[in-house]
């Protein structure tokens, strides 16, 4: 069943004698929608006209099952990008596949993606493909809020995408594997990596506003970590990743990191502990502990020598040696 565990997030909901549950998507405030959506199983992503409103934005979203997806006032779905042929209805379909929805919304005008069933929305985007694109007349995601518990969605993509946005909590999405928020400069996302333990790909590089907690020692499907600009995240490692079987194929992409919860003697025990844990270099292979991490000590230099001749590129503060 779906859960409704997360109603006490909406305030100033009416009481239940003058509550209608029929959204009234022209006049209920977006909280008021979500409240409803919640009730109704459904997941709201609002958008927002941008110039002249002409251009045609494409919608990339999954589900584990097929749905429809409505969409309401004045907005209207396409045939393609091309934007010359209107469909007859407001409501189209996803499902298991990454599928498209062209949709265009009047100059100066919003609307709402209606997802049937938030339950079985698996990706907003995917592994390689953005749910929205940057560009001129088309419309943006405007601050999609998920402030309830999407238990089947694995990927979140906004990579060099700076106009649309999300808000809201990853403790509402514990099947997350997929976070990508490169050069994303709104979204706001708090919640803690504890909450995600299928996280295997994190990527706020270019997100200064995001504000995750949590321990990357937990995290032990992630082999590739980058919060390397904000201060807004304070990751801690405190449980050990020392055997090889801890990462990912015994394989480590990039660890770029930058904030003050990272203290010293944290740097020093993950750097040995991923020399200690066998792990190979893949990809970037990076290993960036500088910023405003900690200075590392003496403690973790035999290791640090060792991931060099592994074939990593070490960075790290070494005011403290």
């Known amino acids: 069943m779906y859960n409704l565990g997360h109603l006490r997030l909406y305030k100033n909901i009416p009481k239940k004698r003058m509550f209608n549950p029929t959204p009234d998507y022209d006049n209920d405030s977006y909280t008021l929608l979500q409240y409803k959506s919640h009730l109704r199983n459904e997941f709201l992503i609002p958008l927002k006209a941008n110039g002249n409103g002409s251009g045609v934005a494409t919608i990339r979203l999954q ?15 396409y045939t393609g990008l091309a934007g010359t042929t209107e469909l007859e209805t407001d409501e189209s379909t996803i499902d298991n596949t990454l599928g498209s929805l062209y949709v265009k919304v009047p100059e100066g005008e919003s609307c709402y993606l209606v997802c049937g069933k938030a339950d079985k ?7 390689t493909s953005n749910v929205i694109a940057d560009g001129g007349n088309i419309p943006y995601i405007n601050y999609c809020a998920i402030n309830y518990p ?9 990579s060099g995408v700076s106009n649309s946005s999300f808000t809201g909590s990853i403790d509402n999405t514990p099947n997350l594997t997929l976070l990508i928020l490169f050069l994303n400069p709104l979204t706001k996302i708090t919640g803690s990596i504890d909450n995600t333990p299928s996280l295997t790909h994190l990527d706020l590089l270019g997100n200064l506003l995001t504000s995750l907690t949590g321990d990357i020692g937990k995290t032990v499907k992630c082999n590739s970590f980058r919060a390397p600009l904000g201060t807004n995240c304070t990751f801690t490692y405190g449980t050990p990743r020392n055997t090889i079987d801890k990462w990912p194929s015994g394989q480590l992409r990039v660890i770029n990191l930058s904030m003050t919860s990272m203290t010293s003697a944290i740097c020093d025990r993950l750097l040995i502990d991923i020399d200690a844990s066998g792990v190979t270099p893949f990809n970037e292979k990076l290993i960036n502990l500088n910023g405003l991490c900690g200075a590392v000590t003496s403690a973790s230099a035999p290791a640090r020598a060792s991931l060099v001749t592994k074939g990593f590129t070490v960075v790290v503060n070494t005011q403290g040696e």
């Open 150 to 158: 999407l238990i089947s969605l694995s990927v979140i993509r906004l």
């Open 63 to 77: 589900s584990l099952e097929s749905q429809t997806v409505k969409i309401t006032g004045n907005g209207k779905f």
């Open 121 to 127: 929305l698996s990706g907003i985007g995917d592994k």
